[in-house]
């Protein structure tokens, strides 16, 4: 099992910048993580994920804004997020896939471990 505890969200102006970091009880080193966000009244989608070998893939709309990566111990997982626009504004959840034959994947179902989520809130 794994604990994934978010923080950093917080209300910016569009055009600006957050980033957001997971903490998690085990190394990632070990099985994919991701960030997925969800606004009000839609479906949980997926931002970006990141496999144990590094491999990542991006949302269509992240258009090279956001970028996902790990501290050193692999403990900690970031999402930054540059020329933020007001459809970001979202909950934005942590995830992990403890498969050890996962590979990255935007899909919310492979998985299995999600953080209690923090908000984005982005202003006109």
């Known amino acids: 099992q794994v604990q994934l505890v978010e923080s950093g969200g917080g209300s910016v102006q569009a055009g600006g910048s957050l980033r957001l970091s997971c903490g998690a009880s085990?190394?990632?080193?070990?099985?994919?993580a991701g960030w997925f966000r969800q606004a009000p009244g839609k479906e949980r989608e997926g931002v970006a994920t990141m496999s144990s070998d590094g491999t990542t893939t991006y949302a269509e709309f992240v258009a090279g804004r956001f970028t996902i990566s790990q501290d050193n111990d692999r403990h900690t997982l970031y999402l930054e997020m540059n020329s933020l626009k007001p459809e970001d504004t979202a909950m934005y959840y942590c995830?992990?896939?403890?498969?050890?034959?996962?590979?990255?994947?935007?899909?919310?179902?492979?998985?299995?471990?999600w953080g209690q989520g923090t908000q984005v809130t982005v202003s006109p």
């Open positions: 085990t190394s990632f080193a070990s099985y994919c």
């Open positions: 995830a992990a896939d403890l498969d050890p034959y996962c590979t990255v994947s935007l899909r919310t179902d492979p998985y299995n471990y």
